[in-house]
């Protein structure tokens, strides 16, 4: 069991380190003797540019084929079906049409509730200040007003009471009413 365990951690360290090397490796070429070379440098200057199969900046093979080559070369085929593929291909925006059409009805959905909210606000607001300013009309009518203590009792308002119950609805009318 133990060298079971041995052989998996060797195996594990054997494949990261490996995909650590090819990670890390930009260049890549065939030598003089046929073996494919993985390298942080560039190769030697006796190696054909048809031997680089890839290096910085690449994205594959068919950028290891030049440019001078004739139109008409069985090499120039790949490239010449590849440029067309890629002239015929759509252009991505990078964007998401989906993810931005979700994006902009969600933003809709919050202004219109943002809106309803402030329209609910309002319209208690107004209802507010009607109350207030009605309450305050019978205050300065001179009328006797009573109210239910907790015993369930009437009592009238004095004159204490009756200022402080219409600073009050004096506060509401200015607060609730200036908007409307």
Do not use: Y
């Not at 890549?28 to 073996?35: H, L, T």
């Not at 494919?36 to 006796?46: E, G, H, I, N, T």
């Amino acid at each position: 069991m133990q060298l079971h365990i041995t052989f998996m951690r060797l195996a594990l360290i054997l494949a990261s380190s490996t995909f650590a090397l090819s990670a890390a490796a930009q260049w890549q070429w065939v030598d003089k003797d046929g073996r494919k070379v993985f390298s942080d440098r560039a190769p030697p200057s006796d190696i054909a540019q048809k031997d680089i199969h890839k290096q910085p900046g690449n994205r594959g093979r068919l950028n290891a084929i030049t440019i001078d080559q004739p139109a008409d070369s069985p090499a120039a085929a790949p490239v010449a079906a590849a440029s067309a593929a890629k002239a015929s291909a759509p252009k991505l925006s990078g964007k998401d049409t989906e993810l931005l059409a979700r994006k902009k009805k969600l933003e809709e959905e919050e202004a219109a509730k943002k809106r309803a909210d402030e329209e609910k606000m309002a319209s208690a607001r107004m209802d507010s200040c009607e109350r207030a300013k009605k309450a305050l009309a019978t205050l300065k009518s001179g009328v006797r007003m009573s109210t239910a203590n907790a015993q369930g009792e009437r009592e009238f308002l004095d004159d204490n009471a009756r200022a402080a119950e219409t600073k009050r609805l004096q506060a509401i009318v200015e607060s609730d009413c200036r908007a409307s």
